[in-house]
C-alpha cells in the first residue's frame, strides 16, 4: 500500500490527513491551531487587517504531519509517496530574492506588511476599485475573466496597497508569492520565486493570469495603475501549473524532520476550495458548496461547452483550476458561518464579562445549537425579519467589500432564534443569487454538493439552503474533504493514479446525507428573497 499526505491550510488551522492513496481510507489526521492567529495578534478587525505570520504555517506543518504519524506509526510513514497542500486565498506575501517571506528575517519579524495577507484582508478596497476603473477603459479588460470585477481580497490589490503603505517592505520586496505556492516550494527546500512553479488555480482565478495574456497583465497597464508595480512583473511568472503535477521531491531537511522519505513528491499547490471540490468528486455541472467562515462555490464544465462564456460577477473562470482539461469557475459569500459566530460573539458578551472563563466557555458553545433548534420549529411567514450577509462585504455577484450587514422588520416582539434565523436565510438567499447568475449566465447546475464545517454541523442551515434553491442537497461523508481532495492530488503527482479523475474514483468518501427541499415553503421563500435583494439595492445605493 501506498499513503499520501493531504495538507488543509484553513482560516485558524492547519489539518494533516494521512490517506490510503489506492481506496482513499483515511487513516490518521491532526489539526494544529495557529498559536499567533489565535491571540489576535498582527490583526485590526476594524480596519478589516487580518495577517498571519508564517512561522504559524511553518510550526503547523511539522506538528500537524507528525500528529498525524504519530497515530500510525513509522512503517505507513515509510509509505507516504506524496504530499499536496491547499490553503485559503488570496493569501500572497512579500518575500526577498531568495523566496524567503520577509517576516522571517530580523528586520520584519513583528511587520505586518511582511506577513501573509489572509483571503479577508480587506484593506485594499480603493485600490481594487482602481484596478477595475482603469481595466474598463484599457484596450484588454484584464479582469473579463475573472467577472469583470477585481476583488480587494485578491492578489494585486493587496500587492498595490502594501507598497503604497509601507516604503521598508517596497525596497526590501523582491517578489510575491501565494501561501499554497511557497508552502509547496518550502517543502521542497526550492522557494527561488522566478522558478517555483506556480499554481495554475491561484494565478488564474486571483491575478488575472491568462494564456490570452500571454501570462500576467502587460506592465503598461501594471504601470499606469501605479508606477511603483515598475518590473514587478517580470520578478512574477509566465507559466502556471495545475495541482496534478509536481512541484519537485521533498528536500533533505523536511524530510528529516518528518520522517519521510527523501522520494516523497510534493505536488503544485492550489486553494482549499478548489481541491475540496476534488474531494467532494465534483463532476461537470455539480455545484460544490464549501461552507465555512465563508463559502466558495464552485463549477467545472467541459471548454468546449462554456469556454466562449465570459461570466459576469464570479471569481473566475479558469481552464485548469480544479480538474485538468475542465474550466473551473469559482463563486462564494465573504461570510457565512462569520455572520453565525458574529451572533454568537454578540449573544456571548456578558457571559464572558461576568463569569469565569471555562465557564462562560461551556455556555457559550451551546448557544448555536439551540439557537438551530429554536429557529427550526418557528413558523415561516413572508412577514419575517429580513437580513443581508453582507457582514464582510459582497463576494459574488459583483464584488463589493464596502458593503455592510444589515437586518430589518425587527420589533419589540423580535427574539434571539427570529434573528438567528434571518440571519441563516440570508446566507441561503445569497446562496441563490449565485446560483441564479450562474443560470443566468447559461450555466447549468446539475446537483448541489456541500462540504464543510457548517455542512457537517448544521443539519438547520443545510436544510434552510435546500428550502431556499428548491435543490436537493447531498453531504460528502469525509470529514475534511479539502484535505482528501489535496491527498487525491498529492497522489496523481505522485502517479499512483494516471489522472485526478482516476483518483477521484478510486479515493472518493461518497456522502453521507442528502437533504431535500420542502415544496411547502417554496412560495413564501420566494418572497422574502425578492424582499432580500429590495435591501440589497437598498444598501448597494446608500452604502
Given at each position: 500500500?501506498?499513503?499520501?499526505?493531504?495538507?488543509?491550510?484553513?482560516?485558524?488551522?492547519?489539518?494533516?490527513?494521512?490517506?490510503?492513496?489506492?481506496?482513499?481510507?483515511?487513516?490518521?489526521?491532526?489539526?494544529?491551531?495557529?498559536?499567533?492567529?489565535?491571540?489576535?495578534?498582527?490583526?485590526?478587525?476594524?480596519?478589516?487587517?487580518?495577517?498571519?505570520?508564517?512561522?504559524?504555517?511553518?510550526?503547523?506543518?511539522?506538528?500537524?504531519?507528525?500528529?498525524?504519524?504519530?497515530?500510525?506509526?513509522?512503517?505507513?510513514?515509510?509509505?507516504?509517496?506524496?504530499?499536496?497542500?491547499?490553503?485559503?486565498?488570496?493569501?500572497?506575501?512579500?518575500?526577498?530574492?531568495?523566496?524567503?517571506?520577509?517576516?522571517?528575517?530580523?528586520?520584519?519579524?513583528?511587520?505586518?506588511?511582511?506577513?501573509?495577507?489572509?483571503?479577508?484582508?480587506?484593506?485594499?478596497?480603493?485600490?481594487?476599485?482602481?484596478?477595475?476603473?482603469?481595466?474598463?477603459?484599457?484596450?484588454?479588460d484584464?479582469?473579463?475573466?475573472?467577472?469583470?470585477?477585481?476583488?480587494?481580497?485578491?492578489?494585486?490589490?493587496?500587492i498595490?496597497?502594501t507598497?503604497?503603505?509601507?516604503?521598508?517592505?517596497?525596497?526590501?520586496?523582491?517578489?510575491?508569492?501565494?501561501?499554497?505556492?511557497?508552502?509547496?516550494?518550502?517543502?521542497?527546500?526550492?522557494?527561488?520565486?522566478?522558478t517555483?512553479?506556480?499554481?495554475?488555480?491561484?494565478?488564474?482565478?486571483?491575478?488575472?493570469?491568462?494564456?490570452?495574456?500571454?501570462?500576467?497583465p502587460?506592465?503598461?497597464?501594471?504601470?499606469?495603475?501605479?508606477?511603483?508595480?515598475?518590473?514587478?512583473?517580470?520578478?512574477?511568472?509566465?507559466?502556471?501549473?495545475?495541482?496534478?503535477?509536481?512541484?519537485?521531491?521533498?528536500?533533505?531537511?523536511?524530510?528529516?524532520?518528518?520522517?519521510?522519505?527523501?522520494?516523497v513528491?510534493?505536488?503544485?499547490?492550489?486553494?482549499?476550495?478548489?481541491?475540496?471540490?476534488?474531494?467532494?468528486?465534483?463532476?461537470?455541472?455539480t455545484?460544490?458548496?464549501?461552507?465555512?467562515?465563508?463559502?466558495?462555490?464552485?463549477?467545472v464544465?467541459?471548454?468546449?461547452?462554456?469556454?466562449?462564456?465570459?461570466?459576469?460577477?464570479?471569481?473566475?473562470?479558469?481552464?485548469?483550476?480544479?480538474?485538468?482539461?475542465?474550466?473551473?469557475?469559482?463563486a462564494?459569500?465573504?461570510a457565512?458561518?462569520?455572520?453565525?459566530?458574529?451572533?454568537?460573539?454578540?449573544?456571548?458578551?456578558?457571559?464572558?464579562?461576568?463569569?469565569?472563563?471555562?465557564?462562560?466557555?461551556?455556555?457559550?458553545?451551546?448557544?448555536?445549537?439551540?439557537?438551530?433548534?429554536?429557529?427550526?420549529?418557528?413558523?415561516?411567514?413572508?412577514?419575517?425579519?429580513?437580513?443581508?450577509?453582507?457582514?464582510?462585504?459582497?463576494?459574488?455577484?459583483?464584488?463589493?467589500?464596502?458593503?455592510?450587514?444589515?437586518?430589518?422588520?425587527?420589533?419589540?416582539?423580535?427574539?434571539?432564534?427570529?434573528?438567528?434565523?434571518?440571519?441563516?436565510?440570508?446566507?441561503?438567499?445569497?446562496?441563490?443569487?449565485?446560483?441564479?447568475?450562474?443560470?443566468?449566465?447559461?450555466?447549468?447546475?446539475?446537483?448541489?454538493?456541500?462540504?464543510?464545517?457548517?455542512?457537517?454541523?448544521?443539519?438547520?442551515?443545510?436544510?434552510?439552503?435546500?428550502?431556499?434553491l428548491?435543490?436537493?442537497?447531498?453531504?460528502?461523508?469525509?470529514?475534511?474533504?479539502?484535505?482528501?481532495?489535496a491527498?487525491?492530488?498529492?497522489?496523481?503527482?505522485?502517479?499512483?493514479?494516471?489522472?485526478?479523475?482516476?483518483?477521484?474514483?478510486?479515493?472518493?468518501?461518497?456522502?453521507?446525507?442528502?437533504?431535500?427541499?420542502?415544496?411547502?415553503?417554496?412560495?413564501?421563500?420566494?418572497?422574502?428573497?425578492q424582499?432580500?435583494?429590495?435591501?440589497?439595492?437598498?444598501?448597494?445605493?446608500?452604502?
Open positions: 500500500m501506498q499513503y499520501v499526505i493531504g495538507l488543509d491550510y484553513g482560516t485558524d488551522s492547519v489539518r494533516a490527513l494521512v490517506v490510503n492513496a489506492q481506496n482513499g481510507d483515511e487513516v490518521a489526521s491532526q489539526v494544529f491551531y495557529y498559536p499567533r492567529w489565535k491571540k489576535g495578534l498582527y490583526c485590526d478587525p476594524s480596519q478589516s487587517q487580518y495577517r498571519q505570520h508564517p512561522l504559524d504555517y511553518l510550526e503547523g506543518l511539522e506538528q500537524s504531519i507528525l500528529g498525524a504519524l504519530a497515530q500510525v506509526g513509522s512503517a505507513i510513514a515509510a509509505r507516504v509517496v506524496g504530499i499536496s497542500v491547499d490553503t485559503t486565498g488570496s493569501t500572497p506575501v512579500a518575500v526577498n530574492a531568495q523566496g524567503t517571506p520577509l517576516s522571517l528575517t530580523p528586520e520584519f519579524a513583528e511587520n505586518p506588511h511582511g506577513m501573509f495577507i489572509l483571503w479577508k484582508d480587506h484593506t485594499a478596497n480603493a485600490e481594487a476599485e482602481e484596478i477595475n476603473q482603469l481595466a474598463r477603459r484599457w484596450a484588454i484584464y479582469t473579463q475573466y475573472v467577472g469583470g470585477i477585481y476583488s480587494s481580497e485578491w492578489f494585486w490589490a493587496k498595490l496597497h507598497l503604497r503603505v509601507d516604503e521598508k517592505v517596497r525596497a526590501a520586496a523582491f517578489s510575491w508569492v501565494e501561501h499554497c505556492d511557497w508552502l509547496s516550494a518550502e517543502l521542497c527546500g526550492q522557494t527561488d520565486p522566478l517555483l512553479r506556480r499554481s495554475r488555480c491561484a494565478a488564474g482565478h486571483k491575478a488575472m493570469w491568462h494564456e490570452a495574456y500571454e501570462g500576467l502587460g506592465e503598461d497597464f501594471l504601470v499606469a495603475l501605479d508606477p511603483l508595480l515598475t518590473g514587478l512583473r517580470e520578478r512574477l511568472f509566465r507559466h502556471t501549473f495545475t495541482a496534478d503535477q509536481a512541484m519537485g521531491k521533498i528536500s533533505p531537511v523536511w524530510a528529516k524532520k518528518l520522517g519521510l522519505s527523501e522520494n513528491v510534493i505536488g503544485v499547490g492550489a486553494f482549499d476550495a478548489h481541491m475540496g471540490a476534488v474531494g467532494a468528486h465534483i463532476e461537470p455541472y455545484f460544490v458548496r464549501v461552507m465555512g467562515t465563508s463559502t466558495c462555490d464552485m463549477l464544465a467541459p471548454n468546449e461547452e462554456v469556454g466562449h462564456l465570459l461570466i459576469k460577477g464570479i471569481c473566475g473562470q479558469v481552464d485548469g483550476s480544479i480538474l485538468p482539461g475542465m474550466l473551473g469557475m469559482e462564494g459569500q465573504s457565512y458561518g462569520d455572520v453565525y459566530a458574529w451572533f454568537q460573539n454578540l449573544l456571548s458578551y456578558p457571559l464572558k464579562q461576568f463569569l469565569p472563563e471555562n465557564e462562560a466557555e461551556a455556555l457559550v458553545v451551546k448557544i448555536i445549537p439551540a439557537l438551530s433548534e429554536q429557529a427550526a420549529a418557528l413558523p415561516l411567514s413572508a412577514d419575517d425579519p429580513i437580513a443581508l450577509d453582507w457582514f464582510n462585504g459582497r463576494r459574488t455577484p459583483d464584488a463589493n467589500h464596502t458593503l455592510k450587514g444589515l437586518i430589518a422588520g425587527l420589533n419589540l416582539g423580535s427574539d434571539a432564534p427570529q434573528v438567528f434565523k434571518a440571519l441563516v436565510e440570508a446566507t441561503a438567499f445569497g446562496s441563490k443569487a449565485i446560483v441564479e447568475r450562474f443560470l443566468a449566465e447559461g450555466v447549468p447546475i446539475k446537483k448541489v454538493v456541500a462540504i464543510g464545517g457548517v455542512a457537517k454541523k448544521s443539519a438547520f442551515v443545510v436544510q434552510t439552503l435546500a428550502d431556499v428548491q435543490l436537493p442537497i447531498k453531504v460528502v461523508r469525509s470529514e475534511q474533504a479539502c484535505a482528501l481532495g491527498a487525491m492530488c498529492a497522489a496523481t503527482a505522485a502517479g499512483v493514479h494516471p489522472s485526478l479523475e482516476a483518483a477521484q474514483m478510486a479515493m472518493s468518501s461518497g456522502f453521507e446525507e442528502e437533504y431535500q427541499p420542502n415544496s411547502d415553503k417554496a412560495a413564501i421563500y420566494q418572497v422574502l428573497y424582499k432580500y435583494l429590495s435591501l440589497g439595492q437598498f444598501m448597494d445605493q446608500n452604502a
